[in-house]
């Protein structure tokens, strides 16, 4: 059982280049949802999913765009990186079946120079 | 708007030295307090969830009880691999954010042998 699973692991860019964030859960959870980790900063939501077929903002939307491809997967795109979107990303997805824990990745550290 | 604090934001312990770590809220109708652990270079790891003042759970060295306005996270006996961050997060009621956590910066725990 692999939970929750996020590529790529590490990722440098370069302003003004695009890329995608990968993430896909085998718990079949309906919900899912995409944050981003910065020093003293805390753990903020950029978009989520709450089911299959829709998306919604989260707090830091902003030069971010996302897509529910299915029930299992959910990616995260940068259009034109910008050195701001130097952070940690973490995908997670929630289990309504058991207290309606949210489950993390592993995370994907990107760099944009 | 939701917050929360946690405090302090790094502490250190000897090993078997018992502490609490604190976690404050405002939430708009508390539908859950989470209790999570981050390691270095890895994403959260689930510990408890929480949701009515009073109530209490258990984990190993861990404890977490819950009032209505804050939480603590009491470690009995620590050891060295009880070392990492810990994050707590609330969720409200309702609202546009379906499912969102908003989480508190952390506590840096380091138990020295």
């Known amino acids: 059982n692999a939970g929750v699973t996020q590529t790529p692991k590490f990722q440098v860019l370069k302003t003004g280049q695009s890329m995608t964030l990968q993430c896909a859960q085998d718990?079949?959870?309906?919900?899912m949802y995409w944050y981003r980790q910065d020093p003293g900063m805390g753990l903020r939501l950029i978009y989520y999913s709450a089911s299959e077929g829709t998306t919604d903002k989260g707090e830091v939307p902003n030069g971010y765009n996302v897509s529910r491809l299915n029930k299992r997967e959910f990616s995260l795109r940068l259009e034109s990186a910008a050195p701001s979107q130097t952070s940690v990303y973490f995908c997670a997805s929630r289990d309504f079946n058991s207290g309606n824990t949210i489950y993390f990745g592993e995370g994907s550290w990107l760099t944009v120079v | 708007e939701d917050q929360v604090t946690q405090s302090p934001e790094a502490l250190r312990l000897q090993e078997g030295e018992s502490s609490s770590l604190n976690c404050s809220y405002t939430v708009s109708g508390l539908r859950g307090l989470f209790w999570y652990r981050q390691d270095p270079g890895k994403g959260p790891e689930f510990l408890f969830t929480?949701?009515?003042a009073g109530e209490e759970k258990e984990k190993e060295r861990l404890k977490a009880t819950l009032t209505k306005k804050e939480s603590f996270l009491h470690i009995t006996a620590p050891k060295p691999e009880d070392s990492a961050t810990y994050l707590c997060?609330?969720?409200?009621?309702?609202?546009?954010?379906?499912?969102?956590?908003?989480f508190g910066q952390g506590t840096i725990l380091t138990v020295h042998p």
């Open positions: 929480l949701y009515s």
């Open positions: 718990m079949n959870h309906n919900s």
């Open positions: 997060a609330v969720r409200n009621a309702g609202g546009t954010s379906y499912g969102k956590l908003t």
